[in-house]
């Protein structure tokens, strides 16, 4: 096994997405693609731009109810796949040691491995596939405007955006609107791509801390067909013991790669975790104050309502991986602990106690404690969400 090969799903899409992250020690892609993601890029910074100024040049409520979001998540997805970039270094030492450690020849860490990471893949294709028709759908609303007039003016854009100087044609018009759909498609494609990049490193490394709580258990139980000679006794054989501290050993050395992995995983993501945290608050109360327009338009409403779903879904898969990954590395003694480890002799009893003590260190991945993403803190961005929604609303 190794962290490009257990990956089909984020292969292609970090492919599509044109965010090119590195999914190998060495990180090199064909001419073709870098070609594609130099293209990609360009259209990113061209629309980035049209859009902060078209904010500027239409009215407050066009900006706010068309025209933020795109940008919140525009900026979001921008930000933090450059950041992985700018760390390509420790992102393919990481993914090296990732490689390393999942190279162990045993069946449980397979199983432990595809068990966290499927789990995720069929979330993440729903939310693709709805959301790239909402997108799709969304962009497309203003196009009927192409058969009523002639004239056209940056309010006409379903998302405020300037190509040219009002007022222009209705080539020009559906020219831009067309570039307004492929950006934005490729907008939601980052997201979701650099989205499920980092859930996957999230859930290998979860997986490796079930997978040394696992090898505790089968090391110091009973019944173990490697070290079981029928019971064991006050005093245990030395071929026994001689057993148990070489497999002590050698999942120490794991569990020492696991903990610098970690670390470094940290390093990488946790300034990421706390802007999603943050950007998911605005996300989710400007998907608010738009379902507001179901009452006038029901299509509108059904889309965004489709959207938002997935988005929430997609957050809470988020919340939920990171929420995971700490359960697992304060419980990897836990269920070791009620097994024999106490009848081994006193080198054994010392490890596994220094193993318990690393694993009671709280484990976070975010940069600031008040923005850590985690089951109760997806909870909270509905609230903070649902309560800046409701006095935007009346400020309107």
């Not at 992250?21 to 360009?42: D, E, H, Q, R």
């Not at 109810?65 to 919140?72: E, K, V």
Request: proline residues 2%; positive net charge; glycine residues 4%.
């Amino acid at each position: 096994m190794d962290f490009q090969k257990m990956n089909s799903f984020n292969i292609w899409l970090n492919l599509l997405s044109g965010n090119l992250l590195p999914m190998t020690a060495n990180s090199s892609f064909p001419i073709i693609w870098k070609i594609y993601s130099v293209f990609v890029w360009l259209l990113a910074l061209v629309y980035m731009g049209s859009l902060i100024c078209g904010c500027f040049c239409v009215s407050v409520e066009k900006a706010l109810n068309d025209g933020l979001l795109s940008l919140i998540v525009s900026v979001e997805g921008i930000f933090i796949v450059a950041r992985i970039h700018a760390q390509r270094g420790l992102v393919q030492e990481l993914i090296r040691k990732f490689n390393d450690v999942l190279r162990v020849e045993d069946k449980d860490m397979k199983r432990i491995v595809m068990t966290n990471l499927k789990p995720m893949e069929i979330p993440f294709r729903l939310y693709l596939a709805g959301g790239s028709l909402s997108v799709f759908l969304f962009c497309c609303t203003s196009l009927p405007l192409a058969m009523e007039k002639n004239t056209f003016f940056y309010e006409d854009y379903k998302i405020p955006v300037i190509f040219s100087k009002e007022p222009f044609s209705t080539d020009i018009f559906l020219l831009g609107s067309i570039i307004l759909l492929i950006s934005n498609m490729y907008v939601f494609f980052r997201k979701v791509g650099v989205d499920v990049y980092m859930t996957y490193l999230v859930a290998l490394i979860t997986a490796q801390y079930q997978y040394v709580s696992l090898r505790l258990v089968s090391i110091f139980r009973d019944d173990d067909p490697q070290c079981n000679n029928g019971s064991f006794q006050e005093n245990h054989s030395n071929n026994i013991d001689f057993f148990t501290k070489k497999e002590i050993k050698i999942l120490c050395r794991h569990y020492n790669s696991v903990t610098c992995i970690i670390l470094m995983l940290k390093k990488l993501l946790s300034l990421n975790f706390s802007l999603i945290y943050i950007n998911n608050v605005f996300r989710f109360c400007f998907i608010g104050i738009m379902l507001t327009k179901i009452s006038t338009s029901v299509l509108e409403g059904f889309m965004v309502f489709m959207y938002g779903s997935g988005a929430i879904l997609q957050f809470y898969i988020l919340c939920s991986s990171v929420q995971k990954l700490v359960e697992a590395s304060m419980e990897v003694t836990d269920k070791a602990f009620h097994e024999n480890w106490y009848r081994f002799d006193i080198s054994i009893k010392r490890t596994f106690i220094l193993v318990i003590m690393a694993g009671n260190l709280e484990l976070k991945l975010s940069t600031f404690e008040k923005f850590s993403l985690s089951l109760p803190s997806f909870m909270a961005v509905l609230n903070q969400s649902y309560s800046i929604a409701l006095l935007l609303l009346r400020m309107k």
